[in-house]
């Protein structure tokens, strides 16, 4: 007997709506792979930005605190930022002779025949060699604030340094030079204000001796307004030229720049007021105190501030001295 029936089809039956789900809960499953993955990146990148943030914080917080925990060179032989001439040899002539005024008339009667044959040049001659009184009596103290870019601070320099050191050698006065940067912002973001007055601190430390020499000529080869100026090197052979002892170690006290915070913290102070004056304060370049009082007169005029030196030595004398007692009358 022959059967015809077939065994029946157990397997479930897949349908539109059972596929669907299926792609539904595979785009699910890969969904949620992505955003696991997306956070895990998310969580990784967090943790370097905030590693590389702790350890520049920590690069900073070093570095601060060496820097103050470091002290601020402090250059020698400095009294209230001011460095006094101790020498003042190596430039020009030490006392300028007499002029016509002052010779007898036959001298006289052949400088002025020197003047006719050669009037241009000799007249600018004697224009520099005006006689210079000594200050009396007493000591004149002369402060000079000079900003190495200052064109007012070279025409200073050249006009009257000829009788400044007459006068330091003579013992009539003495003299200071204080450097300062007030035309920082004037050398093409070089910055050679603060430089210079750098270099001349390390001079006045290192070859004090070699310091006004120095000074005489960063002012008379002084670089234009508003162009870089030297360069460390540079004013390193203008130090090395002018004598330094130890050329060196001045050197290297120069290319580091080694007093250049000291050069910015001494003119902040000058513009708060300079000591034992009437409640002065720096305002330019070059300030020129004579016993604390400032020089008003033309920067460029040797006699004129040869007077005024004069004028302030004899108020302060005539200021100093007593005026004497009347005896009693019967």
Not at 38 to 47: F, K, M, N, P
Not at 128 to 138: D, F, I
Not at 165 to 183: G, I
Not at 223 to 240: F, H, K, N, S, V
Request: proline share 6%.
């Amino acid at each position: 007997m022959s059967h015809d029936e077939s065994t029946p089809d157990t397997s479930p039956e897949t349908t539109p709506g059972d596929r669907r789900d299926a792609v539904r809960a595979k785009a699910k499953q890969v969904q949620q792979r992505q955003s696991r993955t997306r956070l895990i990146q998310r969580v990784s990148l967090a943790t370097v930005i905030v590693a590389v943030v702790a350890a520049v914080a920590v690069v900073i917080t070093w570095t601060v605190s060496s820097n103050a925990s470091r002290p601020m060179a402090q250059p020698a032989n400095v009294t209230e930022d001011g460095f006094e001439v101790t020498d003042v040899t190596g430039v020009g002539s030490v006392g300028a002779e007499p002029t016509t005024t002052e010779m007898d008339d036959s001298a006289a009667g052949e400088e002025e025949a020197d003047d006719e044959s050669d009037s241009s040049g000799n007249a600018a001659m004697s224009a520099q060699a005006e006689p210079v009184e000594t200050p009396e009596p007493g000591v004149v103290d002369i402060r000079i604030y000079v900003d190495y870019l200052s064109s007012g601070a070279q025409d200073f320099q050249v006009a009257n340094v000829q009788q400044l050191q007459k006068w330091v050698s003579e013992d009539a006065a003495t003299l200071s030079y204080y450097p300062v940067a007030m035309l920082t912002a004037k050398s093409n973001g070089t910055k050679y204000s603060i430089r210079a007055a750098s270099a001349a601190a390390c001079m006045a430390h290192y070859s004090p001796d070699d310091f006004f020499k120095f000074n005489d000529t960063l002012l008379r080869q002084q670089p234009e307004l508003d162009t870089d100026g030297y360069t460390d090197i540079e004013l390193a052979d203008l130090a090395q030229a002018s004598g330094a002892d130890d050329p060196q170690t001045v050197r290297d006290c120069i290319v580091e720049e080694k007093f250049a915070a000291w050069a910015k913290t001494a003119t902040d102070r000058a513009l708060d007021g300079i000591p034992d004056t009437d409640d002065i304060s720096l305002t330019g370049t070059p300030m020129v105190l004579v016993n604390g009082t400032p020089y008003v007169g033309a920067l460029d005029n040797a006699k004129e501030f040869a007077q005024f030196v004069l004028t302030v030595s004899s108020d302060a004398y005539y200021e100093a001295t007593p005026a004497p007692t009347p005896s009693p009358t019967s």
